[in-house]
């Protein structure tokens, strides 16, 4: 964390976008001394985060996995809050409950002597390797923690320079789902460990091995829920913006970046120029090069590895009773999910047989939904949006339907008749909702061989005052990510005008 700036003129920054990865640019940059407006295309502040309430029942739109709360402790630090002030985690008990097609089912939960019997129920002797899988998630997410994430690193290269040989301890040869199943002697856990790839909308058979560092984020820091809904963690966030005074303007989409010679000037936005030293862009890469900035296709192009990460449908429903199998957090596995990553991932096809994230919140908090009903939520992950070969929406439909068979079949029994309120997202209205490119949910896709899980730079190669933030730029997709890259940004910027200040020269990786 960068210490704040000399303060005779405040340095004005503008940010685009309201989402997680903006809020924290903004809160840590105003904590830092700047002047920051804030311009959101939407109504409400926290992009993708995000919250429907109606006849009763009150849906999380987007995240509803809370974890690595010591990212957003940093975050309310550097304003001088406590977290604690102003939203309430509670742990969830188990992580998730895993259901499989041939009515197995396993809960991972964080407690060893209860993880024990659960994995008695899978097979003899998985104990040892469960727990050396564990160990070697550990040793991955501190080395990853260490320097991708609290350097802030950008490239390879950069990688390189800051591990020197330690980098062989990065497990960056291998993928994801070839590491598992290497040290995981059981088909149960392998689907189960592998779609830990989930926080990052990736395949687990094309990202490299080092993302197996996600059971560690969960078993080491444990899964928790924002008490009274996740949307309370924007609340929290926009009640410090404004008692730090950032001017927050919604319903004001940002329509330009003007620029001059190698800075951008400020931003469009409502119908008039609004100067500003620094900009810092929440709006997606790739998008925000294409709309917003006076630059050829060329620019863009060259961006083209940083695909998307995965879109889904999102099926909310209201039912008039509460499915008693389902804990908070439950995945209904594919038949054969190799093959749900492969037409996923690599065909961009729907898939026959997804495996499904299903979140049953009332389990947590009673507060979602009214006496006797459940309220639950439904996503599988399926390809971004390819605008030359579009999928109609009666596919979409169609794989709603499938969905919804898969559940019956499982376990949730007459589902259909006891729905009494229904919200459906296809990724077009992901994509128009929040600009996402292709309708992306976690920014871009981590591939061992288009990007090595790399994502674009936060500083803009072209614009020296100009830094991106948010799921599209390192370290990427997911909200202690995304939270954590606001704080990252806003410090490259503290850094700049502190040398500015002191009259040094000031140098940026695109200058
Ligand atoms: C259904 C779903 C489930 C998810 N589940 C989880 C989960 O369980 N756990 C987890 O950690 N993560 C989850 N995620 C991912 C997580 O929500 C995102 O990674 C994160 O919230 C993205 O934050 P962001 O700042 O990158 O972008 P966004 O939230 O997309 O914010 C970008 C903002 O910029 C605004 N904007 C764009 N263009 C302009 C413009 N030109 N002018 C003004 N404003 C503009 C948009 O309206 C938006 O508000 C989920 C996402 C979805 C959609």
Redesign the pocket.
Known sequence: MVSNVSNQAAPTVAV???????LSAALSLAAGGCSVDL????SHLG???NVLTRDGFSFD?????F?LPQIFQQLFARAGRRMEDYLTLQPVTPHWRNFFEDGRVVDLDPDAERMNQQLALLGPGLEKPFREFLNYSKKQYDLVEEGYFQQGLDTFFQLLKYYRWRVFGLDFLSTMHRSVCCRLPNAYLQDIFDFFIK?VGSSAVRAPGFMNLMPHIQFGYGLWYVEGGMYNLARGLEKVLRELGVRIHCN???TAMPTEGRRVSGVQAGGQFHPAQWVVC??EVIPAYKK?LPLPPSSWRRLQKYEPACS?I?IHLGVDRIYERLAHHNFFYSGNQRKHFDTVFRQHQLPDDPTLYVVAPARSDRTVAPPGCDNIKI?PHIPWINDELPCPAEDYLALKERVLDKLERMGLQDLRKHIVLEHFWTPVD?RS????NGGA???VVSDIWKNLAFKAPKQCREFANLLF???SVNPG????M?TLCGQLASDIILRNLQRQAAGGYVRTSAS
């Open positions: 685009i976008g309201g989402g997680l990865g903006g311009y959101e295309k939407n992009g993708k985060l739109l987007g995240p509803s996995i974890t926080y004001c989409e940002v929440n709006m917003l889904g999102v996503l992901i909702l929040y600009a996402s949910i976690y920014g933030v948010g799921g997709g997911g909200m202690p995304v």
